[in-house]
């Protein structure tokens, strides 16, 4: 997949997933991995900037598998953010339509 369509769309699914649930950042690189390979060096400065900007907080949680994990919690603003990048993603998405179409496929 086109590496510049990816980082696109990369923040806006990390916001929806971890609006679904709480992840921390392996598990949340290997479920968006299912879909658009990408690597933990690619999602952890997402994840430090949207904390940073409110959208995310952070807890510990003990595991059974290691140290402690790093979990991030979407908060009310971020739901906010998260609903207004979703909304100009489909205008986005509609407008690139009508300039494309789908004569290429």
Given at each position: ?105
């Amino acid at each position: 997949m086109n590496a510049q369509f990816k980082k696109g769309v990369l923040e806006l699914s990390v916001l929806t997933l971890i609006g679904r649930k709480d992840y921390y950042g392996y598990e949340l690189v290997e479920e968006i991995s299912k879909v658009l390979e990408i690597s933990e060096g690619t999602l952890y400065p997402i994840l430090r900037r949207l904390t940073e900007e409110k959208y995310f907080e952070t807890y510990l949680q003990e595991s059974s598998e290691g140290p402690p994990r790093k979990y991030y919690r979407i908060t009310k603003l971020g739901k906010e953010f998260q609903k207004e990048q979703f909304k100009q993603w489909v205008e986005f998405n509609q407008q690139i339509e009508k300039l494309i179409g789908r004569d290429i496929i």
